[in-house]
């Protein structure tokens, strides 16, 4: 009986590891371009870890792009309809520099600030495929040394039972 217990507890710790590896999904920030048509609309905002940031504009009278000062993001070629998102990862928590290349010269930039945001389990995004393959492993690892615990404890149990 014992033993069926100890199982039980074990599995549920184990339930309770995997649960945790389940990411949340961040917010999109959405940037576009204001009334003047040389100004980004906000220019400055602050997000998290996880978050994305989407470019959004149509019909503009002027073509404009977005790109980041180290090239983190580029939008590409100046175009007057532009819907661009970037994610930002769990390691990318910084600020972020970036201009409309044409009108650069007119002040036509932006701040993105990304907060760091604490992670418990996992470090980086794992990709779809990675976490398929790599998922097995890690998951037996897991079962293997849970069995090791149960049987430990019924062990333990059993040589307790017997001193009595
Ligand atoms: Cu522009």
Redesign the pocket.
Same mark, same amino acid.
């Given at each position: 009986m014992r033993r069926v217990i100890c199982l039980a507890l074990v599995f549920f710790f184990l339930q309770g590891s995997i649960d945790l590896i389940q990411e949340e999904q961040g917010e999109i920030k959405v940037i576009t371009?204001d009334s003047t048509?040389?100004r980004?609309n906000p220019s400055t905002i602050t997000l998290n870890e996880g978050d994305s940031v989407r470019f959004v504009w149509g019909g503009?009278a002027? #073509?404009?792009?977005t790109v980041e000062a180290n090239e983190v993001f580029d939008s590409g070629e #100046?175009a007057r309809d532009v819907n661009y998102e970037f994610f930002f990862d769990y390691e990318s928590a910084g600020v972020y520099d970036y201009v409309?290349? #044409?009108?650069?010269a007119v002040g036509?930039q932006g701040e993105i600030t990304v907060e760091d945001v604490e992670q418990v389990v996992v470090e980086d995004e794992p990709e779809v495929e990675a976490s398929t393959s790599e998922g097995l492993p890690v998951t037996s690892i897991l079962v293997g040394t849970g069995l090791l615990v149960g049987l430990g404890l019924s062990w333990f149990f059993a040589i307790k039972k017997r001193a009595i």
């Open positions: 371009v048509n040389l980004f503009q002027l #073509p404009h792009n #100046p409309c290349e #044409p009108h650069a036509m």
